[in-house]
């Protein structure tokens, strides 16, 4: 599977972004999918998530209530809708793909994520 994410930029606080990410492979459907953020100097971290058919998410507790993450599985598409951007939500968002055995289990821990994309940066100016 590749990952390719769009849809970053610069806004203020307060604004809305909605990120996408387009993947390939016949296969894209069987992977739970996940939104992770990073700024430097600081791990990867688990934003937001959800599953093979969109059943189960899961969020981050600084971003339930503003972000939204869904997928499309015949576009082949994941987005992440970001609401009421705070300054704090700046950095690089990377999308990545996850193969596990139980497919409503939405994984958190980056390393066991099997494919990434090559992210797209948000920025929130005050």
């Known amino acids: 599977v590749q990952l390719v994410e769009s849809g970053g930029g610069l806004v203020q606080a307060g604004a809305s972004l909605r990120l996408s990410c387009v993947g390939s492979?016949?296969?894209?459907?069987?992977?739970?999918m996940a939104w992770f953020r990073q700024t430097p100097g600081k791990e990867r971290e688990f934003v937001a998530g959800i599953n093979w058919d969109g059943s189960h998410t899961d969020y981050l507790d600084s971003v339930k209530g503003r972000f939204t993450i869904s997928r499309d599985n015949a576009e082949k598409t994941m987005d992440l809708q970001m609401n009421n951007l705070k300054t704090e939500d700046a950095a690089g968002y990377y999308c990545?793909?996850?193969?596990?055995?139980?497919?409503?289990?939405?994984?958190?821990?980056?390393?066991?994520?099997?494919?990434w994309g090559q992210g797209t940066q948000v920025t929130v100016s005050s």
């Open positions: 492979g016949r296969a894209f459907s069987s992977y739970g």
């Open positions: 990545a793909a996850d193969l596990h055995d139980d497919a409503d289990y939405i994984e958190k821990t980056g390393y066991k994520y099997d494919y």
